[in-house]
């Protein structure tokens, strides 16, 4: 099955709620992980901690009733 997907510049982390608000143009849109979300860099292995706020990410998952992007996966971008 297709993957829902939301890309852009991550705003805030809130890691009390395993959350990221991603930012593109003027819509933000909730991004939830959790122990099963792989965090990649570029494509290659990476950790949560190099999710920062101003980085470009590309989250993929499936949407909760909430409209919030549950990630299967998050990839950091290289700053363009």
Do not use: H, W
């Amino acid at each position: 099955p297709k993957e829902d997907r939301v890309s852009g510049t991550v705003q805030m982390i809130n890691k009390d709620t395993s959350t990221i608000t991603v930012r593109r143009g003027n819509l933000q849109r909730q991004v939830i992980y959790n122990a099963d979300t792989k965090f990649t860099k570029v494509n290659k292995p990476g950790s949560l901690d190099e999710v920062k706020e101003g980085a470009r990410v590309i989250c993929l998952g499936k949407y909760n009733d909430k409209v919030q992007l549950v990630a299967t996966r998050i990839d950091v971008r290289a700053p363009r």
